[in-house]
């Protein structure tokens, strides 16, 4: 009877172990993915809005050198390294909204292009900068109205997308 009693404690601690008491959630991995995207493309544009706002301050060299060193920082990162990870995913349409992506894809490439571009151009001439202030301004609000905002929903997407349109195309002014 013992031996019965241990057997069935011993195949029910099993089972609980095997089925029932996991630690992950059901269905978290979605979560999951389309927090850590979110998270990396906010700070993304965070980190663009910084370089903006510092490039918007410059009146010397010396300002310029330190909005220099934030620009190579971030030309160094690989800043779509999540993005392409997210993407090889089942949840990048839930994480966002299909009409949306084109366009989160060219603006996370023209980024690190626009800012190459800023630095070649400033090396030059520092008066390029100085020239350029008010256009570094409007990105940077443009980013910040974007900035936050759900890129999952069709209504958020209707809201957000001409903005990102907007912001696409002061990028790729020159």
Do not use: W
């Not at 292009?113 to 940077?140: G, M, P, W």
């Not at 609000?141 to 997308?161: A, H, K, P, V």
């Amino acid at each position: 009877m013992k031996k019965k009693l241990l057997l069935l404690v011993l195949i029910t601690t099993i089972s609980f172990n095997i089925y029932g008491c996991s630690n992950k959630s059901y269905n978290s991995e979605p979560n999951e993915v389309k927090n850590i995207f979110e998270h990396s493309f906010s700070s993304d544009l965070f980190q663009f809005s910084l370089i903006l706002k510092q490039l918007s301050n410059v009146k010397d060299m010396d300002d310029y050198t330190y909005a220099e060193g934030m620009m190579d920082l971030f030309l160094a990162r690989q800043i779509d390294y999540i993005k392409s990870r997210v993407k090889r995913t089942a949840y990048y349409d839930d994480v966002v909204y299909p009409s949306l992506q084109n366009e989160l894809d060219e603006l996370q490439q023209l980024m690190p292009e626009y800012l190459k571009s800023v630095k070649d151009s400033a090396d030059q001439n520092l008066e390029y900068i100085l020239n350029e202030k008010q256009k570094f301004k409007d990105i940077r609000d443009l980013e910040r109205e974007i900035n936050g905002e759900r890129i999952d929903t069709i209504e958020s997407s209707q809201d957000i997308e001409p903005k990102i349109e907007e912001l696409i195309q002061l990028l790729k002014e020159e």
